[in-house]
Each structure stands twice: as structure tokens, then as C-alpha cells.
């Protein structure tokens, strides 16, 4: 184990601890923002317990339920999870840069400020989605990764470090599937470094722990599946645009080259772009380094590597989402910082430090203020020719809800149920109207791809219980309504705005049908 120098110790976690309480009382209570769509999708499935669901793991929203649980349901109950991963991970990785540095402290602390200036993880840390719970069980496994070898070194037993590491990729198996590239990743960093576990004390039943902790998360994902017939591996398959999955297939002879350009922005983009290039800079350090610093630069590179390469190779069959490459961030900040320090001069090095703690400030302090500042900038930005940030995400569900309500009190409707055209809006209004009542969704009625809300009884839609009842539906149009419900009657209350899109609202009554999963 490390000689830890007290004053790092405090910054590693002084730092994340700070960040933690002022999320909490900005974004938790001062300047809340509503919920986006996926993060009231996965309160409504809290409410709804299964072993996992049909696009993620069960991990995100097993966290709500017990953030909620204990402190309700409000805007600080539900995202309460993530603001405690994000503090997790940021001690984690500045710990990780500890070893990696020999506690060389502008290493240290640049790591430490730069994991906060992460635009990604700033964003991430603010709601509450499956990245930033996958991101701080990956950061723990890499760090266990470390400590493994440390104690190998030492001549330590390695048993604890394994299963902690066993235990992180459970836990963020839970959270999102990417987690598995980062498992291979950190393996392989262990297989190319086996002549240091050799005869080490605790070597088998660490392997055997860490295996079988990873598998204790990716149980009830299988568990799940396999009573469903593994509807999670077409969801997947849809993802990658290949034969079998729920999206869509894309020939190999249709590539396009943007979609390989866009993931490599959304590479550095995300990341914030000189913070994404410093850290992608480090995967080649030139000058020379300790044998010791070898291993661990071995260990953060093979983290992020499988995760990096995979979702490349996917942009050859089709376009990418900006977050799949996030789990990667955590383990190269630290090798970001190292390069930083050992391979620039003192100018750039203030260059560079400048530069991303500006924008990382800036970026902090919009996010905490985000429902007061964001609609003046975003008239500036307007009046620029500028595209305004698009706060619409995360703001006027409540409005919606309260018009809708009205609408439905105006035509004596008020307990009818609702129904809506796609997962996002359903979420939403089961949140904001009053009394959080279940909402339906007809995806699949309307010809798009199943949800969870098909899994649940509850919610599946259409089903006889709704024989001969007034229904109020939320988007699509007209003719798309007749088509999938072929209705007795329907008429139209007008139409509503959410997320600067209208939303045409209809009443209608529907004929006698069980609905069922298709």
C-alpha cells in the first residue's frame, strides 16, 4: 500500500466532496431542472421492480428506488445516485493517479481538476442516466487492477484487490453493458503482466471471486432474458445495425465516412475537445519511465482500448451515440495528466491548464445554474445566429402536463387514462401530471420498437381493460391513430407544445382488444 501524502489524500477526496455538496444544493434544490426523458423513464420502471428491463440492466434504477426510498421522490430523491457516483469515480481516478505518478502532486491534482472539468462527466454527474454508475464501478475495478499488482510487487495477497475489481464490473455491469469491454480490458492488462502474479498468495480465489462477483451482476440480466427470449440481445443487435436486432440492418457497402468522423468528435467532444486531445495524446508518451509506471500505463491503456476500438468498428456499420465511449474518460484522465506533466514545457503546461479549467469553470457553473442563466444565453447566442443549448430537454414537462390536465378536467376526463406514442412522453407524464397515475405507451401499437412499458402488465397497451373507455392520446397523428386502434370514435382537443414540438392531443374510444407483445 501507498505512503499516502496526507495533503493529496485531502485533495483526492476534498475535491469530489466539495463538487458532491454543491450539487446537492444547487441542482437538488436552489436550481433543480425537471427530468429528461430517459431519467423519468427509468423513476417510472422504479416503480415497476424487475430483475432488468428491455433496453439496460437494473442497476440505475435500483438506485433510484433506494435514493427515493429515502429521501422521495423529488428532483433531489431521483438524481441523489448519480451526484454520489460522479463523487465516487473522481476518487477513484484520483487515486489511480497517486500510483501512477508516485504521489507527484501536480500530477495528482491535475488529474484530480481535470476529472471535474470533464465536460461528459460534468453533464453525466448532473442527471441521473446508467453512465455515471457505470463510470464509477469501472473506475474502482481499474483501481483494484493497480492495487493488485502493488500487492503482487509487495508479495501482499491479491485476493481482496480481485474481488473488488470483480465487484466493480458487477456493479457497473448493472448499470450499462459496455461494462463487459472494460472486464476484457483490464484481463487482458493482467494476462500481459502475469510473470509479476506468479506464486503470489491468494492468486486462485481472487480470479475465482472477481469472476464470480462480475457474474453475480450479469446474473439477473440473464435471469431476465432468458425468461423473454433474450430481448436485451436485440436490442443490442440494434445498436449494431446488424441482422437479428430491433433497429434495422446497415450493409457493410453502405459506409459512410461521417459516421466514423462523428464518433471521433464525439470522442473528443465530449470529453471537452483539448481535455479529449490530451488524454487521446497520452496513449504515446515518449520519455522514459520506471518499469513500475510501465505496468500501470499498461493498465489504464488496455481500460480504455476495447471500449475505444469496439465502438469504432461500430461507426463503420452506422452512426454513434456521443456517451458509449464515456466509460473510457476515467482511466486516461490520469495518463492525460501524467503526459501533461512530464512531456510539456512549463508554457504549455499553463496553456493547457488555463485553457480547460476556464471552460471547465464555466461549464460548472452553467450546470449548477442551468434554469436561470441558460435562457438569457441562449438569447445571446440566438441573436448571434448561434444554436441555443437545448434546455427544452430538461424543462416544461410540467407546463405540458399541466395544460394536458386541464384539457382532460375541461372535457370531464380527468381520471381517463392516457396514452401516449413513445416511451420519453409517457415517462414524463406519469411524473408531472397530478398523482403520478400510470401512462401508457402505444410504440408498438403504432409500428415502432417494443419498451419496458410492454413488459409490465400495468402498462401494456392495448389490453381489453380498456374496451369501450375514453382514452386520451398524446402524439402521432390522426391517421395514425385510426390505423393501429381502428377506435369507434376519436376527435382531436387541440394541440399542445413540449420540447418545442407540437403535440396533438385526442380523445377517443376504443373497440374490444387484447393487446399482446408482439
Keep these: 500500500m501507498l505512503n499516502r501524502d496526507h495533503s493529496l489524500f485531502y485533495w483526492i477526496w476534498g475535491v469530489p466532496l466539495a463538487v458532491l455538496i454543491l450539487r446537492c444544493l444547487f441542482q437538488g434544490f436552489l436550481y433543480p431542472w425537471e427530468l429528461s426523458g430517459d431519467e423519468a423513464q427509468y423513476w417510472d420502471w422504479s416503480r415497476h421492480p424487475a430483475l432488468s428491463y428491455y433496453t439496460k440492466g437494473p442497476g440505475v434504477t435500483w438506485l433510484i428506488t433506494t435514493t427515493t426510498t429515502l429521501f422521495g421522490d423529488g428532483i433531489f430523491g431521483i438524481r441523489l445516485g448519480s451526484f454520489l457516483c460522479h463523487g465516487i469515480a473522481g476518487v477513484a481516478v484520483g487515486s489511480i493517479a497517486t500510483r501512477l505518478s508516485d504521489q507527484h502532486a501536480p500530477t495528482v491534482l491535475t488529474t484530480v481538476i481535470g476529472y471535474q472539468c470533464?465536460?461528459?462527466?460534468?453533464?453525466?454527474?448532473?442527471?441521473?442516466?446508467?453512465?455515471?454508475?457505470?463510470?464509477?464501478?469501472?473506475?474502482?475495478?481499474?483501481?483494484?487492477?493497480?492495487?493488485?499488482?502493488?500487492?503482487?510487487?509487495?508479495?501482499?495477497?491479491?485476493?481482496?484487490?480481485?474481488?473488488?475489481?470483480?465487484?466493480?464490473?458487477?456493479?457497473?455491469?448493472?448499470?450499462?453493458?459496455?461494462?463487459?469491454?472494460?472486464?476484457?480490458?483490464?484481463?487482458?492488462?493482467?494476462?500481459?503482466q502475469r510473470s509479476r502474479l506468479k506464486n503470489v498468495s491468494g492468486l486462485r480465489t481472487g480470479i475465482a471471486g472477481a469472476c464470480g462477483f462480475l457474474l453475480l451482476g450479469m446474473l439477473p440480466v440473464i435471469l431476465w432474458n432468458a425468461q423473454r427470449g433474450w430481448p436485451t440481445i436485440e436490442h443490442l443487435l440494434g445498436h449494431l445495425h446488424v441482422p437479428g436486432g430491433d433497429s434495422g440492418t446497415t450493409s457493410w457497402l453502405e459506409?459512410?465516412?461521417?459516421?466514423?468522423?462523428?464518433?471521433?468528435?464525439?470522442?473528443?467532444?465530449l470529453a471537452g475537445p483539448l481535455l479529449g486531445w490530451i488524454m487521446l495524446r497520452s496513449f504515446f508518451l515518449r520519455n522514459p519511465v520506471s518499469p513500475k509506471q510501465l505496468g500501470i500505463i499498461s493498465v489504464l491503456r488496455w481500460s480504455a482500448l476495447p471500449l475505444l476500438a469496439f465502438y469504432l468498428l461500430v461507426s463503420i456499420k452506422g452512426p454513434t451515440e456521443g456517451n458509449w465511449a464515456v466509460g473510457a474518460y476515467a482511466p486516461l484522465i490520469p495518463l492525460g495528466a501524467f503526459w501533461l506533466q512530464h512531456e510539456c514545457s512549463e508554457f504549455q503546461k499553463r496553456i493547457w491548464c488555463i485553457l480547460i479549467g476556464i471552460r471547465g469553470l464555466l461549464t460548472g457553473i452553467l450546470l449548477l445554474t442551468l434554469i436561470t442563466s441558460a435562457p438569457t444565453l441562449n438569447s445571446w447566442l440566438n441573436s448571434a445566429g448561434l444554436k441555443g443549448l437545448p434546455i427544452h430537454r430538461i424543462s416544461g414537462h410540467q407546463q405540458f402536463a399541466d395544460q394536458l390536465h386541464r384539457k382532460m378536467q375541461d372535457e370531464g376526463l380527468s381520471e381517463a387514462p392516457v396514452v401516449c406514442n413513445y416511451y420519453d412522453k409517457t415517462a414524463l407524464l406519469a411524473y408531472y401530471l397530478p398523482l403520478k397515475p400510470e401512462v401508457y405507451c402505444a410504440s408498438v401499437a403504432l409500428g415502432s420498437r417494443p419498451s419496458a412499458y410492454d413488459?409490465?402488465?400495468?402498462?401494456?397497451?392495448?389490453?381489453?381493460?380498456?374496451?369501450?373507455?375514453?382514452?386520451?392520446?398524446?402524439?402521432?397523428?390522426?391517421?395514425?391513430?385510426?390505423?393501429?386502434?381502428?377506435?369507434?370514435?376519436?376527435?382531436?382537443?387541440?394541440?399542445?407544445?413540449?420540447?418545442?414540438?407540437?403535440?396533438?392531443?385526442?380523445?377517443?374510444?376504443l373497440r374490444t382488444s387484447e393487446g399482446n407483445r408482439p
Design 118 to 192: 470533464l465536460l461528459g462527466y460534468q453533464i453525466g454527474g448532473s442527471l441521473i442516466t446508467v453512465d455515471m454508475m457505470m463510470v464509477a464501478g469501472w473506475s474502482i475495478a481499474t483501481l483494484a487492477t493497480l492495487q493488485t499488482l502493488e500487492n503482487a510487487d509487495e508479495g501482499s495477497s491479491v485476493r481482496h484487490p480481485l474481488w473488488i475489481m470483480g465487484l466493480g464490473l458487477g456493479f457497473a455491469f448493472l448499470a450499462k453493458y459496455t461494462a463487459l469491454l472494460g472486464a476484457l480490458g483490464l484481463g487482458v492488462a493482467l494476462w500481459l
Design 255 to 269: 459506409y459512410d465516412p461521417i459516421w466514423t468522423l462523428k464518433y471521433l468528435a464525439q470522442v473528443l467532444g
Design 455 to 509: 413488459d409490465f402488465t400495468s402498462t401494456r397497451f392495448p389490453s381489453s381493460r380498456f374496451s369501450g373507455r375514453q382514452v386520451i392520446l398524446v402524439g402521432a397523428d390522426l391517421e395514425s391513430w385510426k390505423l393501429a386502434l381502428q377506435p369507434t370514435e376519436i376527435r382531436s382537443l387541440g394541440t399542445l407544445i413540449q420540447r418545442n414540438r407540437p403535440r396533438e392531443i385526442f380523445v377517443t374510444k
